[in-house]
């Protein structure tokens, strides 16, 4: 394993740490948690089942950050460059699956 190989791991890990830190909060939090920076969550009155609403958003948030750590791990098998492009991937397009998990789980536990 090169040293450019370990830097980049140490750096992923780094990276994905507080991402997976925020699933685990979210997951056990009494209270409604949020997904957009800078927009207020919801009110507790407003959410049908708080602890699913809250325990699937933060299961969204693990998903990801393990999600970006196993894409790097499976791209290091093929070179630096796959696993690049996987992550990359990852980024974008776990960015806008979970933009639309959050939008599903609103439609699912916010009161009409």
Same mark, same amino acid.
């Given at each position: 394993?090169?040293?450019e ?12 740490s507080p991402?997976i830190?925020i699933?685990?909060?979210q ?5 409604p948690?949020?997904?957009w920076?800078g927009?207020?969550?919801p ?6 089942d708080v602890?699913?609403?809250?325990r699937k ?5 693990i998903?990801y950050? $393990?999600?970006f750590v196993?894409?790097? =791990?499976? %791209?290091?098998?093929? !070179?630096?460059?796959?696993? $690049?492009?996987l992550?990359m991937?990852? =980024?974008? %397009?776990?960015?806008l !699956?979970?933009a ?13």
């Amino acid at each position: 394993m090169s040293a450019e190989t370990i830097v980049s791991a140490v750096i992923v890990l780094i990276c994905m740490s507080p991402i997976i830190v925020i699933g685990i909060v979210q997951y056990g939090s009494e209270v409604p948690v949020g997904f957009w920076a800078g927009k207020k969550p919801p009110r507790k009155e407003q959410i049908t089942d708080v602890k699913a609403y809250n325990r699937k958003h933060g299961l969204m948030w693990i998903s990801y950050g $393990a999600g970006f750590v196993l894409c790097f =791990v499976c %791209g290091l098998s093929f !070179g630096e460059l796959v696993a $690049a492009y996987l992550c990359m991937a990852e =980024v974008f %397009g776990g960015l806008l !699956g979970m933009a639309a998990y959050h939008n599903r789980l609103n439609r699912l536990y916010y009161r009409e």
